[in-house]
């Protein structure tokens, strides 16, 4: 297996872009989530699905932050307009359901807003 | 406010000498891990403990829950400049929801 796969590795746009990032979860898995890492407030998560169905959403900043998972296979995180302060590292994890079997992260998205 | 508090956030070592990370909550998990993550990676899982006080050992790195799950600790023998990245432990309230939460980290360097 490839494991979880993001894209795209980095990406730098401008204040007020609309930027989507992506996610291939490991086949098998149905659980997904979506996390957010920056030096000062370690890694947040932000939602998760289980079987692409929206299960916490409360560590979505603002509505300018949505996700969605249409099947089980992809997801997207978006965020529109962009702002300065949304820069991070944006990671996409995948797992079994139950947290014993833990989770497998993707490579990340390396966020930059100017 | 962060349930999951780990020390020290901050460690550098000399090669072959021992050290311990901790993990401390005042609340109760149903089980926690522990992951370790290299710079432009994301985490990878390490271990999971479930009991309290369940000890686990990877090769050099031994992993303990405390009795009443609320703390872990990591301990690594004679590190090594390969052990150096960021520890992360991660406890989940549930077992059913799979949702972890995660510890500040702890960046180890190991010098050679």
């Known amino acids: 297996d490839a494991g979880v796969i993001q894209s795209p590795r980095h990406e730098v746009t401008e204040m007020g872009q609309e930027v989507t990032l992506r996610c291939k979860p490991i086949?098998?898995?149905?659980?997904l989530f979506w996390y957010r890492q920056t030096m000062m407030r370690g890694l947040e998560l932000l939602i998760y699905?289980?079987?692409?169905?929206?299960?916490?959403d409360s560590g979505m900043p603002e509505d300018r932050f949505s996700a969605k998972m249409p099947n089980a296979s992809f997801s997207t995180l978006k965020i529109q307009p962009s702002e300065p302060r949304d820069s991070a590292v944006y990671f996409c994890?995948?797992?079994?359901?139950?947290?014993?079997?833990?989770?497998?992260f993707g490579s990340g998205t390396r966020l930059t807003v100017v | 406010t962060q349930l999951l508090e780990q020390s020290p956030q901050f460690l550098s070592i000399q090669e072959g000498e021992n050290l311990t990370v901790y993990c401390n909550s005042s609340?109760?998990?149903?089980?926690l891990q522990w992951y370790r993550q290299e710079p432009g990676e994301g985490p990878v899982l390490l271990v999971t403990?479930?009991?309290?006080?369940e000890v686990k050992k990877l090769k050099r790195l031994t992993f303990q829950f405390g009795d009443a799950r609320k703390d872990s600790s990591l301990h690594i023998t004679a590190a090594q400049p390969g052990d150096t990245g960021l520890y992360l432990c991660?406890?989940?309230?549930?077992?059913?929801?799979?949702?972890?939460?995660f510890g500040q980290g702890t960046t180890l360097q190991v010098k050679p």
């Open positions: 994890a995948s797992s079994t359901t139950g947290t014993v079997y833990g989770y497998t």
């Open positions: 086949s098998g898995h149905n659980s």
């Open positions: 699905f289980n079987n692409n169905v929206p299960i916490d």
């Open positions: 609340s109760v998990f149903s089980s």
């Open positions: 403990v479930v009991t309290g006080g």
């Open positions: 991660a406890g989940a309230r549930s077992s059913n929801t799979g949702k972890l939460i």
